[in-house]
């Protein structure tokens, strides 16, 4: 892919797995920030999906009002 001109930011977002790897590497390798911007940044977002409540527990009712 041909990245021509310069980007004022760029972000990428990663989540451990080697193709957001492989998306960071060709980030780093392919893409230049404007160096005439003094607010010019690369950021790296590391993103993970949140853990689950029910995570191995069978779904039933959830009593809020306490024992009865």
């Not at 950021?43 to 853990?51: G, N, R």
Request: proline share 7%.
């Amino acid at each position: 892919m041909d990245v021509s001109g310069s980007l004022n930011c760029v972000v990428v977002a990663v989540d451990g797995s080697e193709v957001s790897m492989e998306a960071l590497r060709w980030a780093l390798d392919n893409l230049k920030l404007s160096s005439s911007s003094s607010d010019s940044s690369f950021v790296v977002l590391h993103v993970q999906p949140s853990p689950s409540v029910a995570a191995g527990v069978s779904p039933g009712t959830i009593p809020f009002g306490g024992p009865s």
